[in-house]
Each structure stands twice: as structure tokens, then as C-alpha cells.
């Protein structure tokens, strides 16, 4: 089992930044991906950054590119989600979670484990 927690929501003014954190623990893999997806009230949930731990190959969903960044810390296990100039549309529950391989899917059914998610709440 892995577990992963998230950590770092809030509420912020449109414009403005906050970090995401996730920090994992648990069984490891030789070879995984973490990723950030997001869901909004009503809405799917869907995909906003993966990194491949192996090389820090990266890859973002069009509408976060430019704007967020996602990074990883190998000494502490965690993965970070740094979201700047901040829009009232990325208002959402952010959860983290992890895949065995290489590729970095987008799609949820891929993923294997999951954080228990955390709000970002964007004013405007």
C-alpha cells in the first residue's frame, strides 16, 4: 500500500500563489509517476501535472502550462505543485496520486493510489 497526503490548500485572492504538497510513504516502485488532478463541483475529475520520479520528465494539462510547476523532493518522497497567478476556474479539490511505469497518463483509471485531497478555493 501507498499512502499520500496532501497538504497546502487554502483560500486565495485570483492572481496569487499557493503550494501543494504531497507527501508519500508506504510500498515503492522501481519505476512511477506522480500526478495532481483536480476536481470541481459538478464537474470530472481530471488531470493537471505528472512528473516521471526516474528523470523529472514533466508534462501539464494546456490550461495550468506556464503557470504551474510541478517538482519533487527524493530525500522526503514529496511532491509539490507550485500554482501561480491563480484563476478563479482553478478553484477545485486537488488530490495527489501515484502509478507504477513510465508514462505519464492523464487519465484517473491509470493511477493506482490516491491522497485524500485538498481545497483550493480562488476569489476573484
Known amino acids: 500500500q501507498v499512502q499520500l497526503v496532501e497538504s497546502g490548500g487554502g483560500l486565495v485572492q485570483a492572481g496569487g500563489s499557493l503550494r501543494l504538497s504531497c507527501a508519500a510513504s508506504?510500498?515503492?516502485?522501481?519505476?512511477?509517476?506522480m500526478g495532481w488532478f483536480r476536481q470541481a463541483p459538478g464537474k470530472e475529475r481530471e488531470f493537471v501535472a505528472g512528473?516521471?520520479?526516474?528523470?523529472?520528465?514533466?508534462y501539464y494539462t494546456d490550461s495550468v502550462k506556464g503557470r504551474f510547476t510541478i517538482s519533487r523532493d527524493n530525500a522526503k518522497n514529496t511532491v509539490y505543485l507550485q500554482m501561480n497567478s491563480l484563476k478563479p476556474e482553478d478553484t477545485a479539490v486537488y488530490y495527489c496520486?501515484?502509478?507504477?511505469?513510465?508514462?505519464?497518463?492523464?487519465?484517473?483509471?491509470?493511477?493506482?493510489?490516491w491522497g485524500q485531497g485538498t481545497q483550493v478555493t480562488v476569489s476573484s
Open positions: 508506504g510500498r515503492t516502485f522501481s519505476r512511477y509517476v
Open positions: 512528473i516521471r520520479w526516474r528523470d523529472d520528465r514533466t
Open positions: 496520486a501515484v502509478k507504477s511505469g513510465d508514462i505519464i497518463a492523464t487519465a484517473t483509471s491509470q493511477y493506482n493510489y
